[in-house]
C-alpha cells in the first residue's frame, strides 16, 4: 500500500480521506484526476507560461452558487407555532402524569393519561428532529460554501499568477475550513429525537 500525501502542503494523508487534515484542502478531486503516462520525458514548462490552475474559476464560480441557490433549501424558516411545542409539551406531560395517578381508580382516566403523555413525547422529538436536521443541511452547506470559496481565491490567483503572494492567506482559509469542519459535525437528527 503506497502512502499518499497532500499536494498542496506535504502532510500524509489517511486512508480515503477526502481532506487533509492539516491544511483542509479538498484532496479528493486531486485524488480523482487519471494518473497522466508521457509517451516522452516530461519537460518542464516555460517559466513565462503559467502552470494551468487545478480548478477553473468557472467550476468554483459554480460551487459557489449552487451552495448560495441551495440556502432556501437548507435554512427553512420554521413556523412559529413551534414555540407552542416547547410551552405546551412539558405541561401535556404534567397533566398526562397526574391522569395515570388518577388513573388508578378509573382506567379511562390512566388510558387517557398514557395518550396525553404520547403526544407530548411525539410533539417534542419531531421538533427535535426538524431543528437537528435543519443543523446538519445548515453546515453541510456551509462547508461546500468555505470550499469553494477556497478554490475560487486559489485558482483566481493562479490564473493571475500570484499564487506565491497568497499562501499564507490560503492556509489560514483552509486552516479554518478545517477547523469549523471538524467542530460542525453531524449528529444522528432520529436518534437524538428519539433520545431527547
Not at 486512508?15 to 503516462?37: I, M, R, T
Not at 407530548?120 to 435543519?134: C, D, E, M, P, S
Not at 470550499?147 to 481565491?153: A, D, F, P, S, T
Request: aromatic share 8%; glycine share 6%; proline share 8%.
Amino acid at each position: 500500500m503506497s502512502d499518499e500525501y497532500c499536494p498542496y502542503c506535504g502532510a500524509r494523508l489517511p486512508a480515503g480521506a477526502v481532506f487533509c487534515p492539516n491544511c483542509g484542502a479538498n484532496v479528493a478531486e486531486k485524488k480523482a484526476a487519471p494518473p497522466e503516462k508521457p509517451a516522452a520525458p516530461p519537460t518542464p514548462p516555460a517559466p513565462s507560461v503559467p502552470a494551468k490552475p487545478v480548478t477553473t474559476v468557472g467550476t468554483a464560480v459554480a460551487t459557489i452558487q449552487d451552495a448560495v441557490r441551495r440556502r432556501s433549501e437548507t435554512d427553512t424558516r420554521m413556523s412559529g407555532a413551534w414555540i407552542l411545542v416547547v410551552i405546551f409539551s412539558p405541561v401535556l406531560l404534567a397533566i398526562g402524569i397526574i391522569m395515570l395517578f388518577i388513573g388508578l381508580f378509573s382506567p379511562v382516566f390512566s388510558l387517557v393519561g398514557f395518550g396525553v403523555i404520547l403526544i407530548a413525547t411525539i410533539l417534542a422529538a419531531v421538533l427535535y428532529y426538524k431543528l437537528i436536521n435543519r443543523r446538519n443541511k445548515h453546515f453541510m452547506r456551509s462547508r461546500v460554501l468555505r470550499e469553494g470559496l477556497i478554490r475560487y481565491v486559489e485558482s483566481k490567483a493562479e490564473e493571475l499568477g500570484k499564487s506565491h503572494d497568497i499562501l499564507s492567506e490560503l492556509s489560514t482559509m483552509r486552516m479554518v475550513h478545517s477547523e469549523l469542519s471538524s467542530e460542525e459535525s453531524d449528529k444522528s437528527a432520529g436518534l437524538y429525537a428519539i433520545l431527547s
